[in-house]
């Protein structure tokens, strides 16, 4: 079973093939420039499709070492199902990948799933690292989620008040930036550049901490950390909004662990790519005594491919049809079935 998966919920154009659970292709094309413009950011998804999905089919094609044309790449035709992410995320980015799902299965007459965004990262992490009932705890620029699977749907046992951890720190690049702050001669701009400046601190500065039960909230230490821009040494700055968002996040992972009695941990989501919360959370793994996995980070940054995978779990439920291949912009993790 082939199936191709288009991913555009918000910065990154991705188009993945999967066949049986194996990954044959997994292009993107990302635009971050300081922040998100959804429309120039779907402009630039409809304006990119169609080099980044002859890429995948060309990739794919050799992957297999099928010889389907003169070049040796897929086409279309031969693809079994078509799999989109539809939500949530930016809705004139979702619209890209909706349009892209009906435009290739109606012309190819071929079945098509909308993927929820969230459970993609779950399950491909699941797969990739071979861990079969975790905690997972989903982390990115819109979404910071404890989570846990009850029979077809996940749970959200936790989840941030306000803005995802991500878009904290990506808030909080962009102002060190627009100050002047730079890295290797560029303006901050991102949580990486955080990770990154925070290698050099030299001091803790101590931030508002918030954890609410299982939920936890960042608005309050973002502000506080942005008054103090100038005050105190960038480099701490960027230390300690990780040292003190990473360890909430621990906090309500712990919390979750303790109710759910689970004996795996997953971290996934874009700021999973973070090598100290990757850290963090595995020694809070190892001190319940659970297992711990994350994906390579190609799988946690935004992709086609655990859309696609996500597919072929799919492939035996009825397909969408044409007039439901919509994005669902607020499309909750518990919303969907698998
Ligand atoms: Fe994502």
Redesign the pocket.
Same mark, same amino acid.
């Given at each position: 079973m082939l199936c191709v998966g288009i991913e555009s919920?918000?910065h990154t154009l991705g188009i993945g093939i999967v066949k049986d659970g194996i990954v044959l292709a997994n292009e993107k094309s990302m635009l971050f420039e300081y922040g998100i413009h959804p429309r120039k950011t779907a402009d630039h998804h409809a304006d990119v499709f169609p080099e980044v999905l002859h890429a995948a089919l060309d990739k794919a094609g050799k992957t297999l070492g099928k010889r389907a044309t003169p070049s040796g790449s897929l086409m279309l035709n031969d693809i079994d199902i078509v799999a989109f992410s539809q939500g949530p995320g930016i809705g004139p980015c979702l619209r890209v990948s909706a349009a892209a799902a009906r435009a290739i299965g109606s012309t190819f007459g071929k079945p098509i799933f909308g993927v929820n =965004?969230c459970v993609a =990262?779950i399950e491909i992490s699941k797969h990739l690292t071979s861990l079969t009932d975790p905690l997972v705890l989903y982390v990115?620029g819109g979404n910071t989620q404890v989570i846990i699977k009850k029979g077809k749907r996940y749970h959200v046992m936790g989840e941030t008040l306000d803005v995802g951890i991500g878009n904290m720190l990506d808030v909080f690049a962009r102002d060190l930036g627009s100050r002047g702050v730079e890295r290797d001669g560029t303006r901050v701009k991102n949580a990486r550049d955080i990770e990154l400046l925070a290698l050099n601190a030299k001091g803790y500065v101590p931030l508002p901490y918030t954890v609410k039960g299982m939920d936890a909230s960042f608005s309050g230490m973002l502000t506080h950390a942005q008054k103090l821009i100038g005050k105190e040494s960038s480099e701490d700055l960027c230390f300690s909004m990780q040292e003190t968002g990473y360890a909430s996040l621990c906090e309500v992972t712990e919390r979750a662990l303790a109710l759910s009695g689970k004996k795996e941990i997953i971290v996934c #989501? #874009?700021v999973a790519q973070n090598k100290r919360l990757q850290g963090m959370v595995r020694e809070t793994a190892k001190e319940w005594g659970c297992k711990f996995g994350v994906a390579p980070n190609e799988y946690n940054a935004?992709n086609g491919a655990m859309i696609a995978y996500v597919g072929t779990i799919m492939e035996k439920r009825r397909s969408l049809p044409l007039a439901k291949c919509v994005p669902i912009q607020k499309y909750r993790t518990d919303q969907f079935e698998i």
């Open positions: 919920t918000a =965004h =990262h990115s #989501g #874009g935004d």
